[in-house]
């Protein structure tokens, strides 16, 4: 007998696919629903049917697209619990490509949850998906919590002024000049979010904390920090800082690294992601909430570029471009103490150890094709690189 049968949108997907072979693993039944967007899975391996090769075969199939309900109502049967992660993802990408990215993110979360909201009800009056989790992302957050220097009185500033950026001006002050120190930031942070992706995600959470409440569905959205590992589109230049800095590389060309390098973030390992995912589907809490999933450490984009290159074995020092993308925020990396409390859930696997494991990954796949210039030129043109 099997735990339940859960459906994986987006489950072809970089984490997709690693939370189904989690989800396989533990005992589920797994449905993938995944419309094989070209920019995602543009550089995969592909089986005759058009699926990656990676996609564990023990999981059943359904390529189609979600805004289409019949799709999705279809995709449902005989489902006990509901995965949500099939989205366009990409911060800049999403301010050139605006109605793109709210369909497919913000109409799609309506489409799964009015399908969801028709289903009837079981004998016993309840609903049959009996856990929901849905991906949001620390792009809702905007800037990170910080604190005031000298005085440990922690804020959460707005985003740096263009005035202040046009100057090359990077970090963040008060008004009377203390500068703020980055420290983790936690899920009663306030959302301030600076791109229509972040907007996009706020609104998932939004809507699925809101109906999973109506239909008494226990839901859990996870505010996922920078996750990296194998699987991941190598040739996508709008999403995964390292998978970016890796294509220029293997290219022989150096990672761009906008404004000085030192912003701060947090990279997670894919595979304590999907194990994040996968324990809370198994869990029995009824609990309606968010959570941070990251590493809970802070890493420069620089070190990032230096350790790629590093363990690539290519004397190539990063670019620093002093340039700035319009809604780049400066620092934020997780407090994960929550997930912790209530779900048991910590990260097991060191950045070093995590980027050696990509390294080896990235080498038996097909080289990836650099497509940088595309994006920087989509960005210079449209106004949001100064």
């Given at each position: 007998m099997t735990k339940g049968h859960v459906l994986v949108t987006g489950g072809a997907g970089f984490i997709g696919s690693h939370l189904v072979d989690y989800l396989l693993g533990r005992g589920f039944e797994v449905t993938v629903l995944d419309c094989l967007l070209d920019q995602v899975h543009g550089d995969a391996e592909k089986d005759a049917q058009g699926w990656p090769v990676y996609l564990n075969k023990k999981a059943r199939r359904i390529k189609g697209n979600i805004l289409d309900d019949g799709v999705f109502e279809a995709s449902l049967t005989g489902i006990t619990h509901l995965a949500h992660l099939a989205a366009s993802v990409g911060v800049g990408q999403s301010m050139t490509n605006i109605v793109e990215y709210t369909r497919n993110n913000t109409m799609a979360a309506a489409v799964i949850l009015e399908v969801l909201s028709r289903m009837p009800l079981d004998a016993s009056g309840n609903h049959p998906i009996k856990r929901m989790v849905v991906a949001s992302s620390m792009s809702i957050y905007g800037e990170g919590e910080y604190e005031i220097e000298g005085t440990g009185d922690s804020t959460a500033p707005e985003l740096r002024s263009h005035e202040q950026l046009a100057e090359r001006s990077w970090e963040l002050f008060t008004g009377d000049g203390a500068k703020l120190i980055p420290i983790p930031t936690t899920e009663k942070k306030l959302l301030q979010p600076a791109s229509i992706y972040a907007v996009n995600k706020r609104d998932h959470e939004e809507m699925f904390l809101s109906v999973g409440r109506a239909l008494n569905i226990p839901t859990s959205a996870l505010r996922l920090f920078n996750a990296y590992g194998s699987r991941q589109a190598l040739s996508n230049?709008?999403?995964?800082?390292?998978?970016?800095?890796?294509?220029?590389?293997?290219?022989?060309?150096?990672?761009?690294?906008?404004?000085?390098?030192?912003?701060?973030?947090?990279?997670?390992?894919?595979?304590?992601?999907?194990?994040?995912?996968?324990?809370?589907?198994?869990?029995?809490?009824?609990?309606?909430?968010?959570?941070?999933?990251?590493?809970?450490?802070?890493?420069?984009?620089?070190?990032?570029?230096?350790?790629?290159?590093?363990?690539?074995?290519?004397?190539?020092?990063?670019?620093?471009?002093?340039?700035?993308?319009?809604?780049?925020?400066?620092?934020?990396?997780?407090?994960?103490?929550?997930?912790?409390?209530?779900?048991?859930?910590?990260?097991?696997?060191?950045?070093?150890?995590?980027?050696?494991?990509?390294?080896?990954?990235?080498?038996?796949?097909?080289?990836?094709?650099?497509k940088t210039a595309v994006s920087m030129a989509e960005l210079s043109s449209s106004k949001l690189m100064v």
């Open positions: 230049p709008y999403t995964g800082v390292a998978a970016i800095f890796i294509s220029r590389l293997l290219n022989d060309q150096p990672p761009l690294v906008f404004e000085d390098g030192e912003q701060k973030r947090d990279f997670v390992h894919v595979m304590d992601v999907a194990n994040a995912f996968a324990t809370i589907l198994e869990s029995d809490k009824r609990v309606w909430d968010v959570f941070n999933v990251g590493s809970g450490k802070s890493i420069t984009v620089n070190d990032i570029a230096r350790t790629l290159a590093r363990l690539l074995q290519k004397n190539i020092a990063p670019d620093i471009l002093q340039k700035y993308r319009v809604g780049d925020i400066r620092h934020c990396f997780a407090d994960i103490s929550k997930i912790r409390d209530v779900f048991g859930v910590t990260p097991q696997r060191d950045f070093e150890e995590g980027m050696a494991e990509l390294i080896e990954w990235v080498k038996t796949a097909k080289k990836p094709v650099d």
